[in-house]
């Protein structure tokens, strides 16, 4: 990992901020410049947050199983994609593979970071290319150099926008076949029977997974991301992320989360129920031409003519995605599973569209 590393991060002394200086008990706190005084009437606003947040990643092992040791918490999966990539590629040297169709956001923080974007795409029925995956990565060994290298590669499991999760035996294979850091986004995770890539952790060092609490756990406004990983690229992670960067409010809402576990796997069975009905009753639909298999909380849906499908249900204020733009998803919409009565208000609608409106 060191030589994966950027060399000014390998060799950074981490800021240490004054809940870092001091962890114990204590009446009187003079130590952080906080103002003593509450404007708020909420508990401790006027005093920073855990810096590691030891009470949530307590949580996460109790309850998630996932080790203290080996956890760190992000503001959303999105500051650790972006911290990833400080973390280990030299801008304008180093790149990242990406399998598209894929999250948008990781092309995106590597264009920030100036970082290119080398891609392997997925095959036209979403799985990964496993021959052009190899080929990609034996001609990158031999290309490679003092001036730059792949650092990292991204799968996304369930893959968004296409729904699919990938399994644990191809992840591993694709982590036996790359020497740089495999990142697996599990954002879905909770939605997919499939078995998680943490399990690999201990055969692959290489590896880091990506969990969020904004999806299943019912937190997109909290903003509380988790990377599970080595201890070894934890403690880098901790060393250079923003001293406070998820606030008091976010742990406790997390933590809060987290003790109602009994009712949020209630409300997932709620939506796999629904992802199955709505499965059977989209594919029903005249404007519907092929509905994908799903492992998250969403579809992606093959359509006629997805704008105008689109501007068909915005008209009449039901807002989806248009993913046309994207590999493989030619008239396709992306369409989040809902509560029973959203879903039954946009199958109505969908149900009464004509397709001679798309001319």
């Known amino acids: 990992m060191r030589e ?21 008990e204590a009446e009187v706190f003079l130590d952080a410049n906080e103002n003593w005084q509450d404007f708020v009437g909420k508990p401790d606003a006027n005093r920073y947050p855990d810096p590691l947040a030891t009470q949530l990643r307590k949580a996460l092992q ?19 994609i972006d ?9 304008g040297k180093d790149s990242v593979l990406l399998l598209p169709p894929t999250y948008g956001a990781y092309r995106v923080f590597a264009d920030i970071n100036d970082v290119t974007v080398h891609t392997v795409p997925l095959t036209p029925s979403f799985a990964i290319d496993i021959p052009g995956l190899t080929k990609f990565l034996e ?13 990292l590669l991204f799968i996304c499991s369930p893959n968004n926008p296409t729904g699919n999760a990938f399994d644990r ?13 495999t990142v697996v986004d599990e954002a879905y995770y909770d939605f997919s029977n499939k078995e998680s890539a943490v399990s690999l952790l201990e055969n692959y060092p290489n590896l880091v997974v990506l969990r969020t609490l904004s999806k299943c756990w019912a937190l997109a406004s909290a903003r509380v991301g988790i990377a599970i990983a080595s201890e070894e690229i934890i403690a880098v992670l901790r060393s250079m992320k923003y001293p406070y960067n998820v606030g008091s409010p976010s742990q406790d809402l997390a933590l809060h989360a987290l003790s109602q576990a009994h009712q949020v796997q209630k409300g997932l069975a709620l939506i796999k129920a629904e992802r ?8 029903q639909l005249d404007c519907v031409r092929t509905v994908f298999p799903s492992d998250a909380n969403f579809f992606l849906v093959r359509v006629g003519n997805a704008l105008a499908v689109y501007r068909y249900l915005l008209d009449r204020g039901i807002i989806v995605r248009n993913r046309s733009k994207e ?31 798309d001319a």
């Open 4 to 24: 994966l590393l950027r060399e000014n991060i390998a060799n950074l002394t981490p800021y240490s901020c004054a809940r870092n200086d001091f962890t114990g």
């Open 83 to 91: 911290n990833l990539m400080r973390c280990f590629c030299r801008p």
């Open 327 to 357: 590999l493989h998803c030619e008239n396709c919409l992306r369409i989040t599973i809902g509560s029973r009565e959203e879903n039954d208000r946009l199958l109505a609608e969908l149900s009464s569209y004509k397709e001679e409106q």
């Open 62 to 80: 109790d309850v998630l199983g996932l080790a203290m040791s080996k956890t760190v918490i992000g503001n959303g999966s999105d500051e650790l």
């Open 139 to 151: 001609q990158e060994k031999l290309n490679r150099n003092e001036n730059g290298r792949v650092k």
């Open 276 to 283: 199955e009905r709505m499965e059977r009753a989209l594919s």
């Open 169 to 181: 035996s191809v992840i591993e294979q694709v982590c036996s076949l790359f020497d740089g850091i």
